[in-house]
């Protein structure tokens, strides 16, 4: 081994100072990187506290988003791709029962869809596309309870940074009680449609059997019963008259019921409905008619005017149970049938003394019972808006055809009673009457009439009797033949000069297709009926119309003022 060379002392000053100059650059490169590091770390805490800023940023943006989704009136709920559920607000929570946390991350159609739809949407879900989404439908959502609500959604697509489908934002609506009201209404305009039609039939037909059969017919309709049938008294029984929903054959013509010991002879005795959910073993039920129709339910309505039984209104078997809905849509259409009936009764007697009282007697009552019907029919009508806020539109206007129905209904039925009690016409102003037969050619036709009267006056009887009975026709003609969208009348009545003499003059004006009265016979369209009643009481009578153009009617009268 070799030892190492001792520095010689005159070769001492020049190392130390070397080392010292490295220890010097060694010194530096530490408090460089020193530097560095200390940058560094600063750099590292400004990331450390930004990430934590943006953290808490985040994590307000998502509590400030959750909370506007838990304040916003609507159901939201946020799925991905797989249809998994990872939003769900507390609207949703409130509609269905679930909580988020026992919906979290589940497929939504576990819990939400009817069974008939989740197979569908499972198959969709497995092809989604953001093109491909639905925005708008309505679907039944299954609560907690088992209650279907019906629920109108709008969804959303969220994309990914490559443009695929991420999320889907799905927005609701619980329209079910809207959907119920929508139906509620729409079962009641459809009743009124079939009780005005009873009531127009009433007033137009003669044909009791045939009138008879449509009360009948519409009874069973709008109770949803399988059979109806309706009785006629006949001293000390009832006769069935009409059957509905079943065969001839089932029963047969001549079959009658006793009044005691049946539903229908016991509600007339009491005057008043007699409903039976269960006829196994009830006395009030006649065992023979329950066994030749097989009768699980029924419910009787009396036919009386004044004092008088006329018969009874029955309806029988329906999926559910008789309920006091029923009861009141029978009693809503025995107006009708005792108009029919009483109608039959009194042009049977038409050639006694009597029948003009009696005439009497029956506008009194039916003016009653089918004012006050009508009556309630328009207090419904009203009452049906404030159920009806989702949508009040839509509902204004199918309430304000139900009302315009029921006015006119009203006048048809008053001016039948002008038909039965003819003097009537004499004691009403010719300007009302011709109001009324507006009114009730507009409930009837749904086209507006307006009426335009320079004075109420008092006219001659013939003339007033004509002139009614020229609106009158001039208005049936225009709903058979014309197509017309609007309608004028207008009765004048004017001085002229110091004469004594005024002018009187009724024009009616349609809109309608119009004709060419040359190409029309004179006794066709009713033209000459109008005509002979002008000329009766010496006024003049002309027609004024083209093909498109619409068409006029002139009658002109001249009286002397006495």
């Given at each position: ?15 130390e100072?070397?080392l ?18 200390a ?27 959750a ?8 159901l939201i ?23 988020f ?28 596309r953001a ?5 708008r ?21 969220l ?28 079962k009641?305009?459809?009743e ?31 109770t ?18 009409v ?16 009044l ?19 006829t196994?073993?009830?006395p009030?039920?006649y ?7 097989r ?32 009861t ?5 259409l ?51 808006p ?9 509902s ?11 006015r ?12 039965l009690?003819?003097s009537?016409l004499l004691e ?18 749904g ?13 001659p009887?013939?003339?007033?009797v004509?002139?009614?009975r ?11 033949h ?18 004594p003499?005024?002018?009187?003059s ?10 060419d009265?040359a ?7 009713g033209?000459g ?29 001249k009286?002397t003022?006495?």
């Amino acid at each position: 081994m070799t030892a190492a060379p001792i520095p010689s002392s005159s070769n001492q000053p020049v190392a130390e100072k070397e080392l010292r100059r490295h220890q010097a650059q060694l010194e530096r490169i530490i408090r460089e990187q020193a530097a560095e590091l200390a940058l560094a770390n600063e750099q590292l805490q400004s990331h450390i506290d930004a990430g934590r800023w943006i953290e808490q940023t985040l994590i307000a943006e998502r509590d400030f988003i959750a909370a506007i989704l838990d304040t916003v009136d609507a159901l939201i709920i946020v799925l991905d791709r797989q249809g998994h559920t990872i939003r769900f607000n507390r609207t949703c929570e409130e509609t269905t029962g679930y909580s988020f946390d026992e919906v979290r991350d589940q497929p939504f159609w576990s819990l939400f869809l009817i069974p008939a739809e989740v197979e569908p949407v499972r198959a969709v879900l497995a092809e989604l596309r953001a093109d491909r989404i639905s925005n708008r439908h309505e679907a039944y959502w299954l609560t907690r309870d088992g209650q279907k609500r019906l629920i109108a959604w709008s969804n959303t697509a969220l994309l990914d940074d490559n443009g695929e489908l991420e999320y889907i934002i799905c927005t609701g609506i619980d329209i079910t009680e809207r959907r119920r009201a929508e139906e509620t209404l729409q079962k009641a305009y459809a009743e009124q449609e079939q009780i005005l039609a009873v009531q127009q039939a009433v007033t137009s037909r003669l044909d009791l059997d045939a009138v008879l059969q449509m009360i009948a017919a519409a009874a069973r309709r709008l109770t949803g019963a399988r059979v109806s049938l309706l009785y006629l008294f006949e001293v000390d029984h009832l006769r069935l008259a009409v059957v509905s929903g079943t065969k001839d054959s089932d029963i047969p013509t001549d079959y009658t019921l006793p009044l005691t010991g049946s539903t229908a002879g016991l509600s007339l005795q009491a005057g008043r409905p007699i409903l039976v959910n269960e006829t196994t073993d009830d006395p009030r039920v006649y065992a023979d008619l329950i066994d030749r129709l097989r009768l699980q339910r029924l419910v009787a309505v009396p036919l009386v005017s004044g004092q008088q039984p006329l018969g009874v209104l029955e309806v029988a078997d329906k999926p559910e149970p008789f309920g006091p809905d029923d009861t009141q849509i029978l009693a809503m259409l025995t107006p009708g049938a005792v108009i029919a009936l009483e109608n039959a009764r009194l042009y049977a007697q038409s050639q006694r003394a009597a029948v003009l009282e009696e005439r009497q007697r029956l506008a009194r009552e039916l003016h009653d019972a089918v004012t006050q019907t009508l009556f309630s029919a328009s207090l419904i009508a009203e009452v049906l808006p404030e159920m009806w806020a989702q949508d009040p539109a839509q509902s204004r206007h199918m309430l304000q055809d139900l009302q315009q129905l029921s006015r006119g209904a009203l006048a048809e039925m008053r001016t039948l009673l002008l038909e039965l009690r003819p003097s009537a016409l004499l004691e009403a102003k010719l300007g009302d009457l011709i109001h009324q037969l507006a009114e009730a050619f507009t409930g009837r036709e749904g086209v507006p009439v307006a009426v335009e009267l320079d004075r109420q006056d008092t006219f001659p009887s013939e003339m007033q009797v004509s002139l009614y009975r020229i609106t009158q026709e001039a208005l049936h003609n225009i709903a058979k033949h014309a197509g017309a969208s609007r309608v004028i009348i207008h009765l004048r009545r004017t001085p002229t000069g110091s004469n004594p003499l005024k002018r009187v003059s009724l024009e009616i004006r349609d809109d309608g297709c119009g004709f060419d009265p040359a190409n029309v016979p004179p006794d066709h369209l009713g033209l000459g009926i109008m005509r002979e009643r002008a000329e009766s009481i010496g006024a003049t009578f002309d027609i004024i119309s083209q093909p498109g153009q619409g068409t006029q009617i002139n009658v002109n009268w001249k009286v002397t003022v006495t």
